[in-house]
Protein backbone atom coordinates (compact mmCIF):
# COMPACT_ATOMS: atom_id res chain seq x y z
CA UNK A 1 0.00 0.00 0.00
CA UNK A 2 1.46 3.58 -0.98
CA UNK A 3 1.40 5.57 2.27
CA UNK A 4 2.79 8.59 0.38
CA UNK A 5 0.87 11.33 0.35
CA UNK A 6 -0.44 13.01 -2.43
CA UNK A 7 1.10 16.47 -2.89
CA UNK A 8 -0.86 19.20 -5.10
CA UNK A 9 1.10 21.80 -6.63
CA UNK A 10 -1.24 24.23 -5.77
CA UNK A 11 -2.42 26.37 -1.88
CA UNK A 12 -6.09 26.29 -1.76
CA UNK A 13 -7.67 29.77 -1.68
CA UNK A 14 -11.00 30.84 -1.67
CA UNK A 15 -11.60 31.21 -5.15
CA UNK A 16 -9.92 27.65 -5.43
CA UNK A 17 -11.24 25.59 -2.71
CA UNK A 18 -10.08 22.42 -2.10
CA UNK A 19 -12.20 18.93 -1.36
CA UNK A 20 -11.15 17.18 1.82
CA UNK A 21 -13.17 14.42 3.46
CA UNK A 22 -15.21 16.91 5.56
CA UNK A 23 -16.62 19.19 2.32
CA UNK A 24 -14.46 22.06 0.94
CA UNK A 25 -12.00 23.79 2.44
CA UNK A 26 -12.07 27.70 1.90
CA UNK A 27 -9.20 29.88 2.50
CA UNK A 28 -9.39 33.54 3.06
CA UNK A 29 -6.23 35.83 3.09
CA UNK A 30 -7.62 38.54 5.43
CA UNK A 31 -6.09 41.71 3.48
CA UNK A 32 -2.69 42.36 5.41
CA UNK A 33 -3.68 39.95 8.53
CA UNK A 34 -6.50 41.64 9.35
CA UNK A 35 -10.19 41.25 9.72
CA UNK A 36 -12.17 44.48 11.09
CA UNK A 37 -15.30 43.38 13.68
CA UNK A 38 -17.60 42.94 10.89
CA UNK A 39 -15.50 41.18 8.91
CA UNK A 40 -14.88 38.93 11.89
CA UNK A 41 -18.47 38.35 12.74
CA UNK A 42 -19.52 37.94 9.05
CA UNK A 43 -17.06 35.25 8.46
CA UNK A 44 -18.30 33.71 11.62
CA UNK A 45 -22.02 33.77 10.43
CA UNK A 46 -21.35 32.44 6.41
CA UNK A 47 -18.86 29.70 8.57
CA UNK A 48 -22.35 28.34 10.06
CA UNK A 49 -24.25 29.01 7.27
CA UNK A 50 -22.62 27.32 4.08
CA UNK A 51 -19.80 25.05 6.42
CA UNK A 52 -20.17 23.00 9.35
CA UNK A 53 -18.75 26.16 11.30
CA UNK A 54 -15.10 24.43 12.00
CA UNK A 55 -12.54 26.98 10.99
CA UNK A 56 -9.00 26.75 11.30
CA UNK A 57 -6.22 29.40 11.40
CA UNK A 58 -2.89 28.48 9.41
CA UNK A 59 0.45 29.10 9.56
CA UNK A 60 0.30 31.57 6.60
CA UNK A 61 -2.04 33.48 8.91
CA UNK A 62 -4.93 32.90 7.39
CA UNK A 63 -8.57 31.67 8.24
CA UNK A 64 -9.71 28.51 6.92
CA UNK A 65 -13.81 27.84 6.36
CA UNK A 66 -14.52 24.21 6.83
CA UNK A 67 -17.25 21.58 5.66
CA UNK A 68 -18.64 23.98 3.19
CA UNK A 69 -21.21 22.16 0.92
CA UNK A 70 -20.49 22.43 -2.45
CA UNK A 71 -24.16 23.90 -3.06
CA UNK A 72 -23.26 26.70 -0.60
CA UNK A 73 -20.34 27.86 -2.19
CA UNK A 74 -21.22 30.27 -4.25
CA UNK A 75 -23.58 31.90 -1.36
CA UNK A 76 -20.48 31.49 0.73
CA UNK A 77 -18.19 33.80 -1.81
CA UNK A 78 -20.70 35.81 -2.62
CA UNK A 79 -20.92 36.92 1.39
CA UNK A 80 -17.54 36.80 1.76
CA UNK A 81 -17.02 39.37 -1.35
CA UNK A 82 -19.41 41.42 0.84
CA UNK A 83 -16.64 41.85 2.91
CA UNK A 84 -14.28 42.85 1.00
CA UNK A 85 -12.19 39.49 1.46
CA UNK A 86 -12.45 38.45 -2.04
CA UNK A 87 -9.79 39.22 -4.72
CA UNK A 88 -11.10 39.85 -8.26
CA UNK A 89 -9.79 36.48 -9.55
CA UNK A 90 -8.10 33.42 -8.37
CA UNK A 91 -4.44 34.22 -9.81
CA UNK A 92 -4.18 37.97 -7.99
CA UNK A 93 -5.60 35.95 -5.00
CA UNK A 94 -2.71 33.34 -5.83
CA UNK A 95 -0.31 35.92 -5.53
CA UNK A 96 -1.07 37.87 -2.33
CA UNK A 97 0.52 35.92 -0.09
CA UNK A 98 1.74 38.22 2.30
CA UNK A 99 2.45 37.85 5.77
CA UNK A 100 2.64 40.97 7.83
CA UNK A 101 4.11 41.50 11.26
CA UNK A 102 0.94 41.26 13.91
CA UNK A 103 3.28 43.45 16.32
CA UNK A 104 3.35 46.11 13.98
CA UNK A 105 2.85 49.34 15.28
CA UNK A 106 1.49 52.78 13.29
CA UNK A 107 4.82 54.40 12.96
CA UNK A 108 6.78 51.21 11.30
CA UNK A 109 4.45 51.65 7.95
CA UNK A 110 3.61 47.74 7.82
CA UNK A 111 0.35 48.07 6.83
CA UNK A 112 1.03 50.69 4.11
CA UNK A 113 4.34 48.89 2.77
CA UNK A 114 1.91 45.78 2.35
CA UNK A 115 -0.70 47.36 0.89
CA UNK A 116 1.36 48.49 -1.89
CA UNK A 117 2.74 45.23 -2.21
CA UNK A 118 -0.59 43.72 -2.61
CA UNK A 119 -1.27 46.59 -5.35
CA UNK A 120 1.63 45.41 -7.04
CA UNK A 121 1.13 42.03 -6.99
CA UNK A 122 -2.64 42.68 -8.34
CA UNK A 123 -0.85 43.81 -11.92
CA UNK A 124 -0.97 42.05 -14.66
CA UNK A 125 3.00 42.14 -15.22
CA UNK A 126 3.22 41.10 -11.54
CA UNK A 127 5.97 38.11 -10.92
CA UNK A 128 4.76 34.72 -12.27
CA UNK A 129 5.73 32.92 -9.05
CA UNK A 130 4.38 29.60 -7.71
CA UNK A 131 1.27 29.94 -5.62
CA UNK A 132 2.98 28.60 -2.71
CA UNK A 133 5.61 31.33 -2.88
CA UNK A 134 5.01 34.37 0.00
CA UNK A 135 6.63 37.28 1.70
CA UNK A 136 6.55 38.74 5.10
CA UNK A 137 6.44 42.20 6.01
CA UNK A 138 8.33 42.21 9.25
CA UNK A 139 9.49 45.21 10.27
CA UNK A 140 8.23 45.59 13.80
CA UNK A 141 10.74 46.89 16.03
CA UNK A 142 11.65 43.19 16.25
CA UNK A 143 11.25 40.50 13.77
CA UNK A 144 8.81 37.91 14.88
CA UNK A 145 8.21 36.08 11.49
CA UNK A 146 11.29 33.76 11.13
CA UNK A 147 9.87 31.40 11.78
CA UNK A 148 6.83 31.27 9.91
CA UNK A 149 7.29 30.54 5.74
CA UNK A 150 8.31 33.27 3.34
CA UNK A 151 10.23 33.07 0.22
CA UNK A 152 11.06 36.90 0.52
CA UNK A 153 11.46 39.06 3.84
CA UNK A 154 11.19 42.73 4.78
CA UNK A 155 12.76 43.47 8.78
CA UNK A 156 14.76 45.75 10.15
CA UNK A 157 18.39 45.95 11.32
CA UNK A 158 19.51 47.02 14.58
CA UNK A 159 19.61 50.97 13.55
CA UNK A 160 15.92 50.60 12.48
CA UNK A 161 17.09 50.32 8.54
CA UNK A 162 14.52 48.16 6.33
CA UNK A 163 16.56 45.48 4.75
CA UNK A 164 15.86 42.65 2.14
CA UNK A 165 15.97 39.16 3.17
CA UNK A 166 15.76 35.81 0.97
CA UNK A 167 13.93 32.96 3.08
CA UNK A 168 16.78 32.03 5.67
CA UNK A 169 19.76 33.32 4.30
CA UNK A 170 21.80 35.31 7.01
CA UNK A 171 22.26 38.17 5.11
CA UNK A 172 19.57 41.12 4.03
CA UNK A 173 19.94 44.19 1.96
CA UNK A 174 19.62 47.46 3.02
CA UNK A 175 16.72 49.11 1.29
CA UNK A 176 14.57 52.35 1.90
CA UNK A 177 10.63 52.86 3.11
CA UNK A 178 10.70 54.07 -1.29
CA UNK A 179 12.05 51.48 -2.61
CA UNK A 180 11.16 48.33 -0.85
CA UNK A 181 8.07 47.14 -2.84
CA UNK A 182 9.99 47.64 -6.25
CA UNK A 183 13.30 45.58 -4.59
CA UNK A 184 11.05 42.67 -3.31
CA UNK A 185 9.44 42.28 -7.00
CA UNK A 186 12.54 42.50 -8.04
CA UNK A 187 14.35 39.57 -6.38
CA UNK A 188 11.03 37.16 -6.89
CA UNK A 189 11.68 37.94 -10.43
CA UNK A 190 15.54 36.98 -10.01
CA UNK A 191 14.17 33.84 -8.67
CA UNK A 192 12.17 33.45 -11.55
CA UNK A 193 15.24 33.78 -13.85
CA UNK A 194 17.64 30.96 -12.12
CA UNK A 195 18.48 28.32 -13.91
CA UNK A 196 16.11 24.82 -12.58
CA UNK A 197 12.38 25.99 -13.49
CA UNK A 198 11.59 22.73 -11.32
CA UNK A 199 13.33 24.53 -8.06
CA UNK A 200 10.22 27.88 -7.14
CA UNK A 201 11.02 28.01 -3.86
CA UNK A 202 13.42 30.76 -2.50
CA UNK A 203 14.87 28.29 0.72
CA UNK A 204 15.66 25.37 -2.09
CA UNK A 205 17.04 27.57 -4.66
CA UNK A 206 19.96 28.95 -1.98
CA UNK A 207 20.48 25.44 -0.32
CA UNK A 208 20.94 24.15 -4.21
CA UNK A 209 24.49 26.42 -4.54
CA UNK A 210 22.36 29.52 -6.03
CA UNK A 211 24.15 33.29 -5.21
CA UNK A 212 21.57 35.90 -4.26
CA UNK A 213 22.51 39.31 -6.72
CA UNK A 214 25.09 41.37 -4.60
CA UNK A 215 23.70 43.76 -1.55
CA UNK A 216 23.18 41.20 1.00
CA UNK A 217 25.84 41.80 3.14
CA UNK A 218 24.13 42.95 6.33
CA UNK A 219 23.47 40.52 9.15
CA UNK A 220 19.80 39.62 9.99
CA UNK A 221 18.98 39.54 13.22
CA UNK A 222 18.30 35.96 15.84
CA UNK A 223 14.83 34.80 15.73
CA UNK A 224 12.83 35.89 18.39
CA UNK A 225 10.55 32.78 20.17
CA UNK A 226 7.06 32.10 19.01
CA UNK A 227 4.78 34.83 21.47
CA UNK A 228 2.69 33.02 23.75
CA UNK A 229 -0.66 34.17 24.46
CA UNK A 230 -0.91 36.91 27.28
CA UNK A 231 -0.82 40.98 27.26
CA UNK A 232 1.13 42.72 24.46
CA UNK A 233 1.49 46.19 23.39
CA UNK A 234 -0.42 45.85 20.39
CA UNK A 235 -3.30 44.26 21.76
CA UNK A 236 -4.05 40.39 23.36
CA UNK A 237 -3.29 37.19 22.12
CA UNK A 238 -5.46 34.06 22.32
CA UNK A 239 -5.09 30.65 21.07
CA UNK A 240 -7.12 28.05 20.31
CA UNK A 241 -6.25 23.97 20.49
CA UNK A 242 -4.27 23.30 17.20
CA UNK A 243 -5.46 26.55 15.93
CA UNK A 244 -8.90 25.60 15.81
CA UNK A 245 -12.16 27.85 16.65
CA UNK A 246 -15.39 27.50 16.10
CA UNK A 247 -18.13 30.00 14.60
CA UNK A 248 -19.33 30.69 17.61
CA UNK A 249 -16.07 31.67 19.89
CA UNK A 250 -14.70 33.96 16.57
CA UNK A 251 -18.22 35.54 16.85
CA UNK A 252 -17.57 36.38 20.78
CA UNK A 253 -13.45 37.95 19.79
CA UNK A 254 -15.33 39.62 17.05
CA UNK A 255 -16.91 41.87 19.54
CA UNK A 256 -13.98 42.63 21.70
CA UNK A 257 -12.39 44.44 18.95
CA UNK A 258 -10.51 43.88 15.24
CA UNK A 259 -8.35 41.02 14.96
CA UNK A 260 -4.67 40.36 13.57
CA UNK A 261 -4.78 36.86 12.22
CA UNK A 262 -1.47 35.49 13.08
CA UNK A 263 1.38 32.43 11.79
CA UNK A 264 1.34 31.00 15.49
CA UNK A 265 -2.30 30.31 15.06
CA UNK A 266 -3.32 32.56 17.59
CA UNK A 267 -5.68 36.02 17.35
CA UNK A 268 -4.37 39.23 18.40
CA UNK A 269 -7.14 41.30 19.88
CA UNK A 270 -6.29 44.36 18.41
CA UNK A 271 -5.58 47.63 21.17
CA UNK A 272 -7.21 44.89 23.77
CA UNK A 273 -5.76 45.17 27.63
CA UNK A 274 -7.72 42.32 29.36
CA UNK A 275 -7.89 39.11 28.60
CA UNK A 276 -11.24 37.54 27.37
CA UNK A 277 -12.47 34.35 29.42
CA UNK A 278 -14.27 32.98 26.54
CA UNK A 279 -14.92 29.05 26.40
CA UNK A 280 -12.49 27.17 23.88
CA UNK A 281 -9.92 30.06 24.21
CA UNK A 282 -6.19 28.90 25.67
CA UNK A 283 -5.14 32.29 27.26
CA UNK A 284 -2.39 30.51 29.91
CA UNK A 285 1.03 30.59 27.96
CA UNK A 286 1.59 26.61 30.27
CA UNK A 287 -1.44 25.54 28.84
CA UNK A 288 0.61 22.02 27.45
CA UNK A 289 -2.04 22.01 24.68
CA UNK A 290 0.25 24.65 22.97
CA UNK A 291 3.38 22.67 22.92
CA UNK A 292 1.52 20.18 20.17
CA UNK A 293 0.55 20.64 16.50
CA UNK A 294 -1.75 18.73 14.73
CA UNK A 295 -3.24 18.75 11.20
CA UNK A 296 -7.22 18.14 11.09
CA UNK A 297 -5.88 14.18 10.01
CA UNK A 298 -9.16 11.55 9.37
CA UNK A 299 -12.07 11.80 8.60
CA UNK A 300 -11.84 15.74 7.43
CA UNK A 301 -8.79 14.91 5.34
CA UNK A 302 -8.73 12.19 2.80
CA UNK A 303 -4.72 11.24 3.11
CA UNK A 304 -4.94 11.15 6.82
CA UNK A 305 -4.47 7.49 8.24
CA UNK A 306 -5.54 8.63 11.37
CA UNK A 307 -7.98 11.17 14.17
CA UNK A 308 -4.67 13.08 14.61
CA UNK A 309 -6.07 16.00 17.07
CA UNK A 310 -7.24 13.26 19.58
CA UNK A 311 -4.24 11.69 19.88
CA UNK A 312 -2.52 15.09 20.38
CA UNK A 313 -4.65 16.05 22.67
CA UNK A 314 -4.32 12.90 24.85
CA UNK A 315 -0.42 12.94 24.12
CA UNK A 316 0.22 17.00 25.29
CA UNK A 317 0.45 16.47 29.01
CA UNK A 318 3.87 14.00 28.58
CA UNK A 319 5.52 16.86 26.27
CA UNK A 320 7.98 19.43 28.65
CA UNK A 321 7.84 22.37 28.31
CA UNK A 322 9.80 24.75 25.63
CA UNK A 323 9.80 21.15 23.37
CA UNK A 324 6.57 20.73 20.70
CA UNK A 325 5.33 17.62 19.34
CA UNK A 326 3.69 17.44 16.07
CA UNK A 327 1.27 14.54 15.23
CA UNK A 328 0.74 14.40 11.27
CA UNK A 329 -2.23 12.67 9.75
CA UNK A 330 0.64 11.73 6.68
CA UNK A 331 4.01 12.32 5.65
CA UNK A 332 3.12 15.60 3.68
CA UNK A 333 3.11 17.12 7.53
CA UNK A 334 0.43 20.36 6.65
CA UNK A 335 0.41 21.63 9.95
CA UNK A 336 4.50 22.18 10.47
CA UNK A 337 6.45 21.91 7.27
CA UNK A 338 9.73 22.64 9.86
CA UNK A 339 10.77 20.13 11.84
CA UNK A 340 9.60 19.58 15.48
CA UNK A 341 11.77 17.97 18.54
CA UNK A 342 9.23 15.01 17.86
CA UNK A 343 6.82 14.04 15.39
CA UNK A 344 4.42 11.46 14.57
CA UNK A 345 3.41 10.63 11.51
CA UNK A 346 0.41 8.46 10.79
CA UNK A 347 1.25 5.58 8.12
CA UNK A 348 -0.83 2.83 7.37
CA UNK A 349 0.52 0.35 9.69
CA UNK A 350 0.92 2.98 13.10
CA UNK A 351 3.05 5.65 13.71
CA UNK A 352 6.40 6.70 12.96
CA UNK A 353 8.53 8.54 15.45
CA UNK A 354 10.90 11.16 14.36
CA UNK A 355 13.50 13.41 16.44
CA UNK A 356 14.54 16.28 15.47
CA UNK A 357 12.76 16.11 11.93
CA UNK A 358 10.08 16.73 9.57
CA UNK A 359 6.85 14.33 9.21
CA UNK A 360 8.77 12.91 6.11
CA UNK A 361 12.05 12.64 7.49
CA UNK A 362 13.79 9.14 7.92
CA UNK A 363 12.06 7.73 10.76
CA UNK A 364 13.42 6.64 14.02
CA UNK A 365 11.48 3.96 14.82
CA UNK A 366 8.54 3.06 12.95
CA UNK A 367 5.22 1.23 12.82
CA UNK A 368 4.92 2.28 16.82
CA UNK A 369 1.20 1.68 18.01
CA UNK A 370 -0.72 4.69 19.54
CA UNK A 371 -0.86 2.86 23.26
CA UNK A 372 2.92 2.77 23.18
CA UNK A 373 3.57 7.01 22.01
CA UNK A 374 3.21 8.19 25.92
CA UNK A 375 6.40 5.82 27.32
CA UNK A 376 8.28 6.56 23.88
CA UNK A 377 7.57 10.05 24.29
CA UNK A 378 9.01 10.20 27.51
CA UNK A 379 12.10 8.15 26.76
CA UNK A 380 12.40 10.53 23.56
CA UNK A 381 12.33 13.95 25.73
S1 LIG B 1 -0.63 16.22 6.71
FE1 LIG B 1 -2.69 16.06 7.55
S2 LIG B 1 -3.89 17.66 6.52
FE2 LIG B 1 -1.99 17.37 5.33
S3 LIG B 1 -2.54 15.90 3.75
FE3 LIG B 1 -1.69 14.71 5.46
S4 LIG B 1 -3.48 14.15 6.73
FE4 LIG B 1 -4.12 15.78 5.33
Redesign the pocket.
Known sequence: MNSA??IKGWCPGALCPMM?GDGLVVRVRPPAGRLNQRQAAGIATLATRCGNGILDLSNRANVQLRGVAEDRYDTLIDGLRDFGLIDPNATVESRRNILVTPFRTAGDESDTIAAQLATALAALDAPDVSAKFGYAIDAGTEPVLKNAPADIRLERDTDGTLILCAADHAFGKPVTRHDAVQQMLDLARWSLDQPDPRVTRMSRMLSSGTLLPSGFTTPRRPATPVPQPGIHPAGVLVATAFGQIDAATLTALAALGPLRVTPWRMLLIEAATTMPTLPGLITDPADPLLRVV?????P??????TA?RVLAGQLARHVPPGQTLHV????????MPRAADVTLT?TPTGFDLILNGT?DAVPNHTSMHAADLPVLLQKAN
Open positions: PRSACIGAGCAQGHTSGCAKGCAAA
